[in-house]
């Protein structure tokens, strides 16, 4: 009797760009032991895929519009625990990684490695591992273990998951308009801008000093890049800058 084939690892696709993802997706085609259940143009989708198609790993590219890789990875480990997310990413730096981890992501790969990676990314995580690219795996590890990085805090986790979501349409370039009609909110839900138009004078780092962007979406890129363990030095007060009511 012949023995049973193990079951295809079954894998979802998250990239806003076509050709990107086209090229990804048909790497992920050639791999012996993968099936490709679905593909997404953006977070939102990415969820939708995660609790319809029910796959194993969730390829997440991190800069969509809309929702983001690392807020949709967020909400997908939370409803969806059997998804392990890899991230893609073109960003090497250290507070990328470390807010994917923290916020349940299995892998990290650069997207310049992708092909190349792939096959050991998806075979670890599938595996229960956690991967991160070769070119920043020596370098995290030496800093700060991982186990520790999960449990570290991060200055923008003080804000709540719709808050961040906010915080994103903002930094886009949306409207308080046209944030109330993407999320389906009344406009006063949504931010009022003179909440963002504070933010600047709370916000310092120890080698440049105060920083003062002159609108609502450098104000708002600047937060949502607050880096981990107190690079940024963001206040008490920080959550109240961005408090808007039913949030």
């Known amino acids: 009797m012949k023995p049973k084939s193990p079951k295809p690892i079954r894998v979802v696709l998250a990239d806003d760009h076509p050709i990107v993802r086209g090229g990804i997706s048909q790497a ?18 990415a969820i ?7 796959p194993n790993l969730i390829l ?3 800069s ?5 890789g690392l807020e949709a990875t967020e909400r997908i480990v939370k409803a969806c625990p059997q998804s392990h997310v890899i991230i893609l990413s073109r960003h090497d730096d250290d507070q ?3 807010r994917a981890l923290k916020v349940g992501a299995r892998g990290y790969v650069l997207k310049k490695a992708v092909i190349a990676e792939l096959k050991v990314a998806v075979q670890r995580v599938a595996g229960g591992e956690i991967y991160l690219s070769r070119e920043i795996e020596t370098r995290l590890r030496n800093q700060l273990p991982l186990h520790q990085i999960a449990h570290a805090r991060s200055p923008v986790e003080q ?22 009609l993407t999320l389906k909110v ?12 504070a933010a600047p004078q709370y916000l310092r780092h120890p080698r440049v000093g105060p920083l003062r962007p002159q609108d609502r979406a450098g104000v708002a890129r600047i937060l949502i890049i607050a880096a981990p363990g107190g690079t940024w030095f963001v206040p008490r007060v920080f959550p109240k800058v961005l408090q808007g009511p039913s949030l």
């Open 48 to 54: 939708d895929l995660a609790k319809s198609a029910h």
């Open 28 to 45: 992920l085609r050639e791999l012996p032991g993968v099936e490709l259940v679905g593909e997404a143009n953006d977070g939102r989708e």
């Open 159 to 180: 804000l709540s998951a719709r808050q961040r979501e906010i915080l994103q349409l903002i930094a886009e370039g949306q409207t308080t308009k046209a944030i109330a």
């Open 64 to 68: 969509m519009p809309g929702l983001n």
């Open 60 to 62: 997440m590219d991190i």
């Open 96 to 98: 990328y990684v470390w």
């Open 186 to 197: 009344s406009p006063k839900t949504a931010i009022p801008p003179r909440q963002v138009d």
